[in-house]
């Protein structure tokens, strides 16, 4: 099976990351244009790639009837570049399903998007007339855009007249129980601080039960303490921390991130947001309110444990639309129109 062909020579060439010059001189250039793009987070992007193209790839590709004859359909991909590698996936997905893409990368994520690019073109030429970099948006047969969600006004506007899957912004959620381990709660540090919370699947509000003992996070997220010395996290932190103690907003404060009482599931950089419940009633009503803005919930009573929300696999899809599914149901729509 080709598709198979094309995401086993991907994990190849992403392997190499850790020893190929090219690679080390990109990832430099990549941290470079943008200090959030850490070579430990570049690193734990790459590898968790790696991981999920060896293990879960040939399952994946099993849930699906793919075409065996490949469309001249052309696919926009508008990236994301909140964290590294974050537009691939939708890229994979349009290849696999047999369309020509289009990308346009995030300033803020092209040097990486690029490299793998070309660097899997090389390894398969029959990639070469299906994917291109481009700012042209024009004459194509189905787009999928990332932005804010004020951009996504703006990417409704303009591709109202072909399919559009439009992602704005989310965040993730944690339950904690009564009996929430150390071990638990130190997991949970992972999905709190991994990529500094920069993701859709970076954990922004926790769900406590009332009376819960807030020092005990404090104590399990003591690992994460050098996030303070990187400038860009160490600037959002020293900002909401002065904009709360001028407002005298009650909150409470380790000295490299806030922990706020608020409802809605946004935090900003720096900060998290928590509300306690009294039953698990409370949490789902919580969940039922806020549905359109959480992209994960972990922890208690879930099927995303502590530590896991920035480890997905490659059917957990972004907006809880499968992607695929998506693009093979225009794909066939246009071929018996």
Avoid at 45 to 60: C, G, K, P, Q, T
Avoid at 202 to 227: C, K, Q, S
Avoid at 285 to 305: A, C, L, P, R, W
Wanted: aromatic share 12%.
């Amino acid at each position: 099976m080709q598709q198979r062909v094309w995401l086993d020579t991907l994990r190849e060439f992403m392997e190499k990351h850790e020893t190929d010059e090219v690679w080390q001189q990109k990832k430099h250039e990549a941290e470079i244009k943008n200090p959030w793009f850490t070579q430990v987070n570049i690193s734990k992007s790459i590898n968790a790639w790696v991981d999920v193209l060896r293990n879960d790839a040939e399952n994946w590709l099993g849930e699906y009837t793919i075409p065996k004859v490949f469309s001249l359909q052309k696919l926009g991909i508008i990236m994301a570049g909140n964290i590294p590698l974050v537009g691939l996936h939708d890229l994979l997905c349009g290849i696999i399903c047999g369309y020509r893409v289009r990308i346009k990368a995030s300033s803020d994520d092209e040097v990486l998007i690029k490299h793998i690019v070309g660097g899997w073109i090389s390894a398969n030429p029959d990639l070469m007339d299906r994917i291109e970099f481009s700012d042209n948006f024009k004459g194509l047969d189905a787009a999928i855009a990332t932005g804010s969600n004020n951009s996504g006004r703006y990417f409704e506007y303009y591709f109202r007249n072909i399919p559009h899957l439009l992602r704005g912004h989310r965040n993730s959620i944690s339950v904690v129980g009564e009996n929430t381990s150390e071990e638990e709660l130190t997991a949970l540090g992972d999905d709190v601080f991994t990529y500094f919370g920069l993701g859709c699947r970076n954990v922004t509000h926790l769900l406590l039960p009332r009376g819960f003992d807030m020092v005990r996070l404090f104590h399990a997220w003591e690992p994460y303490t050098g996030l303070i010395h990187h400038h860009k996290y160490a600037n959002n932190y020293h900002y909401h921390r002065a904009v709360l103690l001028m407002n005298l907003d009650k909150h409470l404060d380790n000295g490299f991130v806030i922990l706020k009482e608020k409802e809605d599931v946004y935090a900003p950089v720096g900060m998290v947001g928590y509300s306690f419940y009294d039953s698990l009633e409370d949490v789902q009503q919580y969940v039922m309110q806020y549905e359109n803005q959480i992209q994960v919930v972990t922890g208690f009573q879930s099927k995303v444990k502590f530590g896991k929300a920035q480890q997905p696999g490659l059917s957990d899809y972004a907006d809880h639309t499968d992607t695929i599914k998506w693009l093979l149901d225009n794909y066939n729509a246009a071929a018996s129109s």
